[in-house]
């Protein structure tokens, strides 16, 4: 036995049953809305029903002399209090930023933008005042569409950004475009749009804030991705040095990539109790959520790919324009990632890459599951529109543009290495376990019965974390662990679970390591006086980057306390080992020493001055991982639909998915955050739309109108798990937590183009509801 | 009243907040403040309703009414809740027709051997409405009440040729023809003070056959277009058929064989007549459905159901 090897992993790899199930599923979760704090404080808001308009006078004197207001602020009296400056985009380095204030002052810029705030003793009443606030406003014209926020016809939304036009057009060339497009025998274009779409989380955005006026400590229960970076929000718009902001995270009901940071209306609420000196809460409602909370996605796209007779892609030309809504967001960061990522994993030569964003009058771009989809989305149509072009069945195309897996790796056009890439092993195992010749012979007899079968294919990749050195990480995703003298190992980290099931996985991994039962270990999460620094939860870091940061501090800490314990017990470590939690081995006292008792022995020795120089007397460890060598996500899905002429209703026959997330920590874990991003991709498709009508009012603010599947959309999902190439000596984990949502739409796409292609249609747009479906298929009049 | 309605667990638990009657109800999340008063009968609830008669509306199931106030798309200065009176629940019969208690839920009506003998497309169009936890609250009184464009009821309604009893504290009770009784989106033709109390609807007669479709976004949800018919057969021709469409109109519309053209076709040659109805409507646009995309829908969906109809009516069942 020598100290420091892991013992054989009993957890790792196995759908052990969450630790988080039992309090989920038996309701006894604790989301911000369940916290009881005494003297609590309840706000709603006031919202804007314009899209765009000056607000002239805001009158909150009646509502604040209703019973049961304790304060009214308006946008002047909030900004005395708290600066909308700081916010999520400063922090991830965005520059040209307009300035705002956190509730209207001048200008309303989309509906439900926050113009006051009513603090009242139930949250009832605090919406009935909100309504007896008068707003004076002159409205202007709403700015909806990319082309009106270009010609430059329509007022600024932001003054001091002059323009509607955000950034761009900005190109970058890869490799020699001009040349591929020369050689090519044709040009394949095409005008593909991605819809917006949003995040819907089951809890909306949340807050409870609680200022101590004894301590001039502010604390905060927050729905979020990521506390300290909630933190570093909170702290800076309200202009607080950070070690006097604390914030707390409990359970957190989804999010998807809304939750980062703290938004307009959380930092309000935290103003709002330092001002009254009483803890203040605000629980977003579906309304609020739908109308404003944030959304994702409207993008779209000019694209000519550079094709040969024989299927091979050369290159592409891509000019793209994102739609980012009105305040600042996700769009501009987000760009780099669809650039570098719109080859996939395809041996293209050449790639010219030009994109613009503008500001509308609509709810604000945010992140959402697999922010940068739309790459894999135009890439994989386009693919397929490759194929009718030339006749070519579109899984033969993709065959023959994969990228091989080579030594040394081949590189993306963009320049990421293709390392350890299984992206055409993963096409060809879908290639046997659906019988694609015989699915051909049965969708041409159906055919002939008037019926339309189609099926899709897509492949994709994700940096989760990608490959290394490279892309080196943003930044290094920190664990810290300790041993209790209750023989518990904490490890605490910056994530924040939100669905991912993370205080199950991580536990597997340090319960492996550190040779302790699963149920010996917890794992902390949640709190900025515990956890270590990082940003939270998000673009699938955890598995790779925190689940090999619990790796190495778990064996860090092992190692620290077998030494110890062979100080202690005047023994060699190598002669010991850690087991279900006990020390064992040659010289251990009756052969077994519990940690709950090494940790008191240890505690006794340092007291008496026992333990000599040099040793690690610390039961606590910290480690900081890069991510190793780093690799790929991806995969291929498959799926069958058929398309109703009569109704243009779409079913999901079949879905099936052989996937490469690295070594399975937990395949129940991935199975699920798979299939969950493959509902929302059906959802995408069939069912979501965030639609405005041309005077930016918000038709998709309720679930009536925004429609989400629900059990009976959702087919069963076939998961098969790819044998990894494993590019670490240690961490193989990678992320998976975004791959369905980005692969599952065009994976619809290309099946229900497939199945309507015998009628004309061509498919260059993602949400395929039934009347779109029916225009396109020609059997229903298109609109004007 | 005959048949009881299975007893429903507590109205108020979950869904709605337990109110104490005769309250200021400011106390209660979403909703604008209203006075919530809970009669114990009809008489007292007709005198509740008529004392207040602009300022008032009637709570059933609560499951349109409700959400209308949480959006405070309404704003009833009184809340006079049903869900007291015992006498509004109830599934009997009586000359020939189905007498159901205002109150009855949909769900009960779904459940009842009375319902799928003498009305069986009724259950068939019932199934089509939101989901078991909505039926079970929602009331037939209620959803006629509504007038909701898009239900299935008023459609079921039309083309069974209920008739609806209406009373008030002042004129007393007058019953008014399904056909007469939807207005205009939302709109009926029951007055300030009157409260819906019974619906009577006569049986399906033997000999005929009936059948409900819908095409909705997903299960569960309001119809884009639903066709509700009744049709009886004789050798192959058709007697007599109604069809009732919902989703189509500003309200459920009704046709008649004459209307339709269809007395003495032969049963089984109804797309000539379905495009010809679908020419006729304006159907309405909205996010789940452009208007052409409806009108196509009544083309596919009304031959489907009438051939429906008609064999059920030929197989001798009425179903
Ligand atoms: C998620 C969801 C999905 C739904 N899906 C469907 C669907 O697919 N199809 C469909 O048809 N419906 C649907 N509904 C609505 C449901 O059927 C309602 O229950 C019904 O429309 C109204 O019945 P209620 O008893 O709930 O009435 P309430 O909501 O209590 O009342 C509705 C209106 O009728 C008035 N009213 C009620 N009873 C009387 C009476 N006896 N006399 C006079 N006025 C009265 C009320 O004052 C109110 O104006 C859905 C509801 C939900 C929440």
């Given at each position: 036995?020598i100290?420091?090897r892991?013992p054989?992993?009993r957890?790792t790899?196995?759908?052990?049953?969450?630790?988080e199930?039992?309090?989920?599923l038996t309701?006894?979760?604790r989301?911000v809305?369940?916290i009881?704090v005494?003297g609590l404080?309840?706000c709603a808001?006031?919202?804007?029903?314009?899209?765009?308009?000056?607000?002239?006078?805001?009158?909150?004197d009646v509502?604040r002399?209703a019973?049961?207001?304790?304060a009214v602020?308006d946008?002047?009296?909030m900004?005395k209090l708290?600066s909308?400056a700081?916010?999520m985009?400063?922090?991830?380095g965005?520059?040209?930023?307009?300035s705002?204030s956190?509730?209207?002052?001048?200008?309303?810029?989309?509906v439900g933008?926050?113009?006051?705030?009513v603090v009242?003793?139930t949250?009832a009443?605090?919406e009935?005042?909100?309504?007896?606030?008068e707003?004076?406003?002159?409205?202007?014209?709403a700015v909806?569409t990319?082309a009106?926020?270009?010609?430059?016809?329509?007022?600024?939304?932001?003054e001091?950004?002059g323009?509607n036009v955000?950034?761009?057009p900005?190109q970058k060339?890869?490799?020699?475009?001009d040349?591929?497009?020369?050689?090519a025998?044709?040009?394949v274009k095409?005008?593909i749009?991605?819809?917006?779409?949003?995040?819907?989380p089951?809890?909306g955005?949340?807050i409870?804030?609680t200022f101590d006026q004894?301590t001039?400590e502010?604390v905060a229960?927050?729905?979020?991705q990521g506390v300290?970076t909630?933190r570093?929000?909170i702290?800076?718009q309200?202009?607080?040095?950070?070690?006097?902001?604390?914030?707390?995270?409990?359970?957190?009901?989804?999010?998807?990539g809304?939750?980062?940071?703290?938004?307009?209306?959380?930092v309000?609420?935290?103003a709002?109790?330092?001002?009254l000196l009483?803890?203040?809460r605000?629980?977003?409602d579906?309304?609020e959520?739908l109308t404003?909370s944030?959304?994702?996605?409207?993008?779209?796209?000019?694209?000519e790919?550079?094709?040969?007779?024989?299927?091979?892609?050369?290159?592409?030309?891509?000019?793209?324009?994102i739609?980012s809504g009105?305040?600042p967001g996700?769009?501009?960061?987000?760009?780099s990632?669809?650039q570098?990522m719109?080859?996939g994993?395809?041996r293209?030569r050449a790639?010219s890459?030009?994109a613009?964003g503008?500001i509308?009058?609509?709810a604000t771009y945010?992140?959402?599951?697999?922010?940068?989809?739309s790459?894999?989305?135009?890439?994989?149509?386009l693919?397929?529109?490759v194929?009718a072009?030339l006749?070519?069945d579109?899984f033969e195309?993709r065959?023959?543009?994969l990228?091989?897996r080579?030594?040394?790796?081949l590189r993306m056009?963009?320049?990421?290495?293709?390392a350890?890439l299984t992206?055409k092993e993963?096409?060809?195992?879908?290639?046997?376990?659906f019988?694609?010749?015989e699915f051909?012979r049965?969708q041409?007899?159906?055919?002939?019965?008037?019926?339309?079968l189609?099926?899709g294919?897509?492949t994709y990749?994700?940096?989760?974390?990608?490959?290394?050195?490279e892309?080196p990480?943003?930044e290094?995703e920190w664990a810290?662990?300790s041993?209790?003298?209750?023989?518990v190992?904490?490890?605490?980290t910056a994530?924040?679970p939100?669905?991912?099931?993370?205080q199950?996985t991580m536990?597997?991994?340090?319960?492996?390591q550190?040779?302790?039962?699963?149920?010996?270990?917890r794992?902390?999460?949640?709190?900025?006086?515990?956890?270590?620094?990082?940003f939270?939860?998000g673009g699938?870091r955890?598995?790779?980057?925190?689940?090999?940061?619990?790796?190495h501090?778990s064996?860090q800490?092992?190692?620290?306390v077998?030494?110890?314990a062979?100080?202690?017990?005047?023994v060699?470590?190598?002669t010991?080992?850690?087991?279900a939690?006990?020390v064992?081995?040659?010289g251990v006292p009756?052969?077994r020493l519990p940690?709950?008792?090494?940790?008191k022995?240890?505690r006794?020795a340092?007291?008496?001055?026992r333990?000599?120089?040099?040793?690690?007397?610390?039961?606590?460890?910290?480690?900081?991982?890069?991510?190793?060598?780093?690799?790929?996500?991806g995969g291929?899905?498959c799926?069958?639909?058929?398309?109703?002429?009569e109704t243009g209703?779409?079913?999901?026959?079949?879905?099936?998915?052989v996937?490469?997330?690295?070594?399975v920590?937990?395949?129940?874990v991935?199975?699920?955050q798979?299939?969950?991003g493959?509902?929302?991709?059906?959802?995408?498709v069939?069912?979501e739309r965030?639609a405005y009508d041309e005077?930016?009012?918000?038709?998709s603010s309720?679930f009536?109108?925004?429609?989400?599947?629900?059990?009976?959309?959702?087919?069963?999902?076939?998961?098969e798990?790819?044998q990894t190439i494993?590019?670490d000596?240690?961490?193989n984990f990678?992320?998976?937590?975004?791959?369905?949502?980005?692969?599952?739409p065009?994976?619809?796409?290309?099946?229900?183009?497939?199945?309507?292609?015998?009628?004309?249609a061509?498919?260059?747009?993602?949400?395929?509801?039934?009347t779109r479906?029916?225009?396109?298929?020609?059997?229903i009049p298109?609109?004007? | 009243m005959g048949?009881?309605?299975?007893a429903?667990?507590g109205?108020?638990?979950p869904?709605l907040?337990r109110l104490?009657?005769g309250?200021y109800?400011a106390?209660?999340?979403?909703?604008?403040p209203?006075v919530?008063?809970?009669?114990?009968?009809?008489e007292e609830?007709?005198?509740?309703?008529?004392?207040h008669?602009?300022?008032s509306?009637v709570l059933?199931?609560?499951?349109?009414?409700?959400?209308?106030?949480?959006l405070?798309?309404?704003r009833p200065?009184?809340?006079?809740?049903?869900?007291?009176?015992?006498?509004?629940?109830g599934?009997?019969?009586?000359d020939g027709?189905?007498c159901?208690?205002?109150?009855?839920?949909?769900?009960a009506l779904?459940h009842s051997?009375?319902i799928?003998?003498r009305l069986?497309?009724?259950p068939?169009?019932?199934s089509?409405?939101?989901?078991?936890?909505?039926r079970?609250r929602?009331?037939?009184?209620?959803?006629l009440?509504h007038?909701?464009p898009a239900?299935?009821?008023?459609?079921?309604?039309?083309?069974?040729g209920?008739?609806?009893?209406?009373?008030s504290?002042?004129r007393g009770r007058?019953?008014?023809?399904?056909?007469?009784?939807f207005l205009g989106p939302?709109?009926?033709?029951l007055?300030?003070?009157?409260?819906?109390?019974?619906?009577?609807?006569?049986?399906?007669?033997?000999?005929?056959?009936?059948?409900?479709?819908?095409?909705?976004?997903r299960l569960g949800d309001?119809a884009?277009?639903?066709v509700a018919a009744v049709?009886?057969v004789?050798q192959?021709?058709?007697r007599?058929?109604?069809v009732a469409l919902?989703g189509?109109?500003?309200?459920a519309?009704l046709?008649?064989d004459g209307?339709?053209?269809?007395?003495g076709?032969?049963?089984?040659s109804?797309?000539?007549?379905?495009?010809r109805?679908?020419e006729e409507?304006?159907?309405p646009?909205?996010?789940h459905?452009?208007a052409?995309?409806?009108r196509h829908?009544?083309r596919t969906?009304?031959?489907?159901?009438?051939?429906?109809?008609?064999?059920?009516?030929a197989?001798?069942?009425i179903s």
């Amino acid at each position: 036995m020598i100290a420091g090897r892991p013992p054989a992993e009993r957890y790792t790899g196995s759908s052990v049953r969450r630790t988080e199930d039992l309090r989920l599923l038996t309701g006894r979760g604790r989301y911000v809305a369940d916290i009881q704090v005494p003297g609590l404080l309840h706000c709603a808001f006031n919202r804007s029903p314009h899209a765009h308009a000056r607000v002239l006078r805001v009158q909150t004197d009646v509502a604040r002399r209703a019973p049961g207001v304790v304060a009214v602020f308006d946008g002047w009296q909030m900004a005395k209090l708290a600066s909308a400056a700081g916010g999520m985009m400063e922090l991830m380095g965005e520059t040209n930023l307009p300035s705002f204030s956190l509730l209207a002052t001048d200008k309303v810029r989309l509906v439900g933008d926050p113009v006051a705030m009513v603090v009242a003793e139930t949250r009832a009443i605090a919406e009935d005042a909100a309504e007896l606030i008068e707003v004076e406003y002159e409205e202007l014209p709403a700015v909806m569409t990319a082309a009106q926020a270009r010609d430059g016809s329509l007022p600024p939304i932001f003054e001091d950004l002059g323009s509607n036009v955000l950034f761009g057009p900005d190109q970058k060339v890869f490799g020699e475009v001009d040349r591929v497009f020369a050689e090519a025998d044709r040009i394949v274009k095409a005008r593909i749009a991605q819809h917006r779409h949003q995040n819907v989380p089951m809890e909306g955005r949340a807050i409870l804030a609680t200022f101590d006026q004894a301590t001039g400590e502010l604390v905060a229960h927050a729905a979020t991705q990521g506390v300290n970076t909630s933190r570093q929000i909170i702290a800076a718009q309200l202009g607080m040095p950070l070690e006097k902001v604390r914030v707390l995270a409990f359970d957190i009901g989804g999010s998807f990539g809304l939750k980062f940071g703290a938004s307009r209306e959380e930092v309000a609420c935290c103003a709002a109790s330092r001002e009254l000196l009483r803890p203040v809460r605000w629980i977003e409602d579906r309304l609020e959520n739908l109308t404003v909370s944030g959304q994702a996605r409207e993008e779209s796209f000019d694209v000519e790919a550079a094709v040969t007779n024989e299927g091979e892609i050369l290159g592409m030309r891509v000019e793209m324009v994102i739609d980012s809504g009105a305040y600042p967001g996700f769009a501009p960061g987000i760009i780099s990632t669809i650039q570098e990522m719109i080859p996939g994993p395809y041996r293209m030569r050449a790639l010219s890459f030009t994109a613009s964003g503008v500001i509308t009058n609509k709810a604000t771009y945010v992140a959402y599951r697999g922010p940068w989809a739309s790459e894999t989305f135009v890439r994989e149509r386009l693919i397929d529109l490759v194929a009718a072009e030339l006749g070519l069945d579109p899984f033969e195309v993709r065959l023959r543009n994969l990228a091989e897996r080579g030594q040394p790796p081949l590189r993306m056009v963009t320049g990421p290495s293709l390392a350890g890439l299984t992206a055409k092993e993963s096409l060809l195992r879908m290639g046997e376990i659906f019988n694609f010749e015989e699915f051909r012979r049965h969708q041409a007899a159906m055919r002939a019965q008037g019926r339309y079968l189609g099926v899709g294919v897509a492949t994709y990749i994700e940096p989760a974390p990608g490959p290394r050195p490279e892309t080196p990480p943003t930044e290094l995703e920190w664990a810290r662990a300790s041993l209790g003298e209750d023989g518990v190992v904490s490890v605490f980290t910056a994530q924040m679970p939100h669905g991912q099931s993370h205080q199950t996985t991580m536990a597997q991994i340090a319960a492996d390591q550190f040779g302790v039962d699963f149920e010996q270990v917890r794992v902390v999460v949640g709190d900025t006086d515990q956890v270590p620094e990082g940003f939270g939860t998000g673009g699938s870091r955890f598995a790779s980057m925190a689940g090999g940061a619990a790796l190495h501090v778990s064996r860090q800490l092992r190692s620290q306390v077998l030494e110890l314990a062979a100080q202690i017990l005047d023994v060699s470590p190598a002669t010991i080992d850690i087991r279900a939690g006990e020390v064992v081995g040659d010289g251990v006292p009756d052969g077994r020493l519990p940690l709950s008792e090494l940790v008191k022995l240890a505690r006794a020795a340092a007291a008496e001055g026992r333990i000599p120089q040099g040793t690690e007397t610390s039961l606590e460890a910290s480690f900081g991982f890069d991510g190793g060598q780093g690799g790929w996500s991806g995969g291929t899905h498959c799926c069958v639909v058929e398309v109703d002429p009569e109704t243009g209703r779409v079913r999901v026959d079949r879905y099936m998915v052989v996937e490469d997330c690295g070594e399975v920590i937990n395949p129940a874990v991935v199975e699920g955050q798979i299939r969950g991003g493959v509902a929302q991709g059906i959802g995408a498709v069939l069912l979501e739309r965030s639609a405005y009508d041309e005077w930016g009012q918000y038709l998709s603010s309720s679930f009536m109108d925004y429609l989400l599947p629900t059990t009976t959309d959702v087919p069963n999902i076939e998961i098969e798990h790819l044998q990894t190439i494993p590019l670490d000596q240690d961490v193989n984990f990678r992320g998976v937590g975004e791959g369905g949502m980005i692969v599952a739409p065009p994976t619809i796409c290309n099946a229900i183009a497939d199945a309507i292609a015998p009628s004309g249609a061509v498919v260059l747009e993602q949400h395929l509801p039934p009347t779109r479906i029916l225009e396109l298929m020609g059997i229903i009049p298109q609109p004007a | 009243m005959g048949e009881q309605a299975p007893a429903r667990p507590g109205r108020y638990s979950p869904g709605l907040p337990r109110l104490v009657p005769g309250t200021y109800a400011a106390v209660v999340l979403k909703l604008p403040p209203f006075v919530y008063l809970a009669p114990a009968s009809l008489e007292e609830a007709l005198s509740l309703h008529a004392d207040h008669e602009d300022e008032s509306r009637v709570l059933a199931g609560g499951q349109s009414l409700i959400p209308l106030l949480a959006l405070r798309l309404a704003r009833p200065e009184y809340l006079v809740d049903l869900s007291r009176i015992g006498e509004l629940e109830g599934i009997s019969e009586e000359d020939g027709a189905v007498c159901i208690g205002a109150m009855t839920s949909e769900l009960a009506l779904e459940h009842s051997h009375l319902i799928a003998e003498r009305l069986p497309l009724l259950p068939q169009a019932l199934s089509f409405i939101g989901h078991p936890a909505i039926r079970s609250r929602g009331t037939l009184g209620g959803s006629l009440a509504h007038g909701d464009p898009a239900a299935e009821l008023p459609a079921v309604a039309l083309v069974l040729g209920a008739q609806l009893v209406a009373e008030s504290r002042d004129r007393g009770r007058r019953t008014i023809a399904a056909r007469d009784f939807f207005l205009g989106p939302f709109t009926t033709a029951l007055q300030g003070d009157e409260i819906l109390t019974e619906i009577r609807i006569p049986w399906q007669a033997p000999g005929t056959g009936s059948c409900f479709h819908e095409v909705a976004r997903r299960l569960g949800d309001f119809a884009m277009v639903g066709v509700a018919a009744v049709a009886r057969v004789e050798q192959g021709m058709i007697r007599s058929c109604r069809v009732a469409l919902t989703g189509v109109a500003d309200r459920a519309v009704l046709r008649t064989d004459g209307e339709l053209g269809l007395t003495g076709e032969s049963a089984g040659s109804f797309d000539a007549a379905a495009r010809r109805l679908a020419e006729e409507l304006n159907p309405p646009a909205d996010l789940h459905g452009s208007a052409p995309y409806r009108r196509h829908l009544v083309r596919t969906l009304v031959p489907r159901v009438l051939e429906r109809a008609c064999q059920a009516a030929a197989a001798g069942a009425i179903s």
